[in-house]
């Protein structure tokens, strides 16, 4: 047999040798603390950057949609027999498959049973199909319980009769991460479409009075003056409006033209938006768990 014996200790003669010539450059030139500083702030500049470029186009992303849907569904101005006319949040009821399965990608890596390629592809067939919820902002307003088992039982029927393998079996708690996920898109959405699809405007609403939630809005409900001067608005030059009648309801659209003035009419409206919203509208009770934080 070989004897390889002489490798290892040539190793070990060149890394005694490697540390005793580094202790000795050590001692002859002693750290550069200024430029380690600097190296590390120079990391920690490149990593903010590069989060605030992340953060940017999520926000962007978000806003886009958000938009888009505003444009097409917009809220319900609904008339009451006894009472004036009130706002009331539409669900978008088009069919986005990329929206279900990010929401199940981006949870799956919080998981302890990560979801491979093909189980979400069948995932979120069953949900448009078995489940009829076709975009996050539905999910978002789902019962986790009722998806789990509705999925589960599918699986189930799907094995008997066909004896595939493949399938997931998915718990309430994965169900329950996945709604996490597209409550976290879907309350940018909503705050949008409250706000008459003014992004500009939600964004100081965020940036400079910590208030780019429903939840948010409504602390200000009895003082939108007060939340109109923290802001800096200004009255708006012109807006253009479009109204439509359809059984009973009137679809209500307002582009306000000018995006860098907001009416202290236009924050009271939306303050009151939110609090309908979340005293009115029980499948939307989830985002009263929704506050912007302190550090953006």
Request: net charge negative.
């Given at each position: 047999d070989l004897d390889w014996s002489y490798i290892k200790s040539r190793t070990k003669t060149l890394s005694e040798k490697a540390k005793e010539n580094l202790r000795q450059q050590q001692q002859q030139e002693p750290p550069n603390m200024e430029a380690a500083e600097q190296a590390v702030k120079d990391v920690e500049h490149a990593m903010e950057q590069l989060h605030q470029y992340d953060s940017k186009r999520r926000r962007d992303r978000v806003a886009n949609a958000a938009l888009a849907r505003f444009q097409t569904t917009s809220g319900i101005m609904k008339e009451e027999d006894d009472e004036p006319s009130k706002w009331i949040l539409y669900t978008p009821e088009e069919k986005d498959s990329e929206e279900l399965?990010?929401?199940?990608?981006?949870?799956?890596?919080?998981?302890?049973?990560?979801?491979?390629?093909?189980?979400?592809?069948?995932?979120?067939?069953?949900?448009?199909?078995?489940?009829?919820?076709?975009?996050?902002?539905?999910?978002?307003?789902?019962?986790?319980t009722d998806i789990a088992n509705i999925l589960n039982n599918t699986h189930r029927d799907e094995e008997k009769d066909n004896n595939q393998g493949g399938k997931v079996m998915v718990?309430?708690?994965?169900?329950?991460?996945?709604?996490?996920?597209?409550?976290?898109?879907?309350?940018?959405?909503?705050?949008?479409?409250?706000?008459?699809?003014?992004?500009?405007?939600?964004?100081?609403?965020?940036?400079?009075?910590?208030?780019?939630?429903?939840?948010?809005?409504?602390?200000?409900?009895?003082i939108p003056e007060m939340l109109w001067e923290e802001c800096g608005f200004h009255h708006p030059k012109s807006s253009t409006s479009k109204t439509k009648k359809n059984e009973g309801t009137t679809i209500s659209s307002t582009i306000v033209e000018d995006k860098g003035e907001v009416s202290l009419e236009n924050v009271a409206t939306w303050c009151q938006r939110a609090y309908q919203i979340l005293e009115e509208q029980n499948e939307y009770e989830w985002l009263n768990w929704y506050t912007t934080s302190v550090v953006s």
């Open positions: 399965k990010e929401c199940i990608v981006q949870s799956s890596s919080t998981t302890t049973t990560p979801i491979v390629k093909d189980q979400i592809t069948s995932l979120v067939t069953k949900l448009m199909e078995h489940c009829h919820i076709y975009n996050w902002r539905q999910l978002a307003n789902a019962n986790a718990s309430v708690k994965v169900v329950e991460s996945w709604l996490d996920y597209a409550q976290s898109q879907s309350v940018e959405e909503v705050i949008v479409e409250i706000c008459d699809g003014r992004i500009d405007a939600v964004e100081t609403l965020r940036d400079q009075a910590r208030s780019g939630t429903p939840k948010d809005l409504c602390h200000w409900r009895h």
